[in-house]
C-alpha cells in the first residue's frame, strides 16, 4: 500500500527557507515522479514543481521558478522541497502527491503547514 | 500559460445530480481529471483520462471532455459527496489545477 508520510508543520520569519520531507513507501520509488502542490488558507490548489527520481529531471512553475528547489534521495525513498525567500503569502499546507496511472497525482501525502509570520 | 475555469460553486438536492464544468480552450486535446477535496483532508483522484473511475470510486461519478469544456458528474449525489471538487490537466510538462469548484448537497 502506498504512502507517503510528510515532516512536520513549521514557523518560519519571513526571508527564511523551509525545507519539507516527503518518504514513500509501499512502491518502487524511482519508477514514479513526485509532485509538490500547496494550498493557502481557504485558496486552490496551486502546482510547485515536479521531479523524477530515476534522473533527478525536475520541472518548476514559473511562478516559483528560482525559489523553489526539489531533490530525491533515492536510497530513502523521500523527496525534499525547499522554499527560499518566504513571505507570508507563503502560508499554506504544502503536499507532495505521487504520480500515478494517467499522469495523474494519485497518492498525497497528509500536508505540512508551513506559517510565515514575523 | 494554460487557464481552466470552473465555477465557485455547485449546489444538488439530496439524490439528484450534480453537473461540475472544467473550461480550457481546446480542452478535449487534453485529458481531464479530477479531485475531490474534503475539509482538512488531501485531495483524493475521482476521475481520471476524462471519465475513468479509479478503483473505489463509486459508479455515481462520471466524467466528460468535449470541445472546450469537461463535466464531472454526480449522480444520486449524498451527504458525503460535499466538498471541493479541482479539475486538472497537463500542459507544457506542468500540471494546472482548475480554480476548484464547492459543492453542497441541500
Known amino acids: 500500500q502506498v504512502h507517503l508520510v510528510q515532516s512536520g508543520a513549521e514557523v518560519k520569519k519571513p526571508g527564511a527557507s523551509v525545507n519539507v520531507s516527503c518518504k514513500a513507501s509501499?512502491?518502487?520509488?524511482?519508477?514514479?515522479?513526485m509532485h509538490w502542490v500547496r494550498q493557502a488558507p481557504g485558496q486552490r490548489l496551486e502546482w510547485l514543481a515536479w521531479?523524477?527520481?530515476?534522473?533527478?529531471?525536475?520541472k518548476y512553475s514559473q511562478k516559483f521558478q528560482g525559489r523553489v528547489t526539489i531533490t530525491s534521495d533515492t536510497s530513502a525513498s523521500t523527496a525534499y522541497m525547499e522554499l527560499s525567500s518566504l513571505r507570508s503569502e507563503d502560508t499554506a499546507l504544502y503536499f507532495c502527491?505521487?504520480?500515478?496511472?494517467?499522469?495523474?497525482?494519485?497518492?498525497w501525502g497528509q500536508g505540512t503547514l508551513i506559517t510565515v509570520s514575523s | 500559460s494554460y487557464e481552466l475555469t470552473q465555477p465557485l460553486s455547485v449546489s444538488v438536492a439530496l439524490g439528484q445530480t450534480a453537473r461540475i464544468t472544467c473550461g480550457g480552450n481546446n480542452l478535449e486535446t487534453k485529458n481531464v481529471h479530477w479531485y475531490q477535496q474534503k475539509p482538512g483532508q488531501a485531495p483524493l483522484l475521482v476521475i481520471y483520462?476524462?471519465?475513468h473511475r479509479p478503483s473505489g470510486i463509486p459508479e455515481g461519478f462520471s466524467g466528460s471532455n468535449s470541445g472546450n469544456t469537461a463535466t464531472l458528474t454526480i449522480s444520486r449525489a449524498q451527504a458525503g459527496d460535499e466538498g471541493d471538487y479541482y479539475c486538472?490537466?497537463?500542459?507544457?510538462?506542468?500540471?494546472?489545477f482548475g480554480g476548484g469548484t464547492k459543492v453542497t448537497v441541500l
Open positions: 483520462r476524462d471519465s
Open positions: 486538472q490537466v497537463w500542459d507544457s510538462s506542468t500540471v494546472v
Open positions: 521531479i523524477n527520481p530515476l534522473n533527478g529531471n525536475t
Open positions: 509501499g512502491y518502487i520509488f524511482i519508477n514514479f515522479a
Open positions: 502527491a505521487k504520480a500515478d496511472v494517467g499522469a495523474t497525482l494519485g497518492y
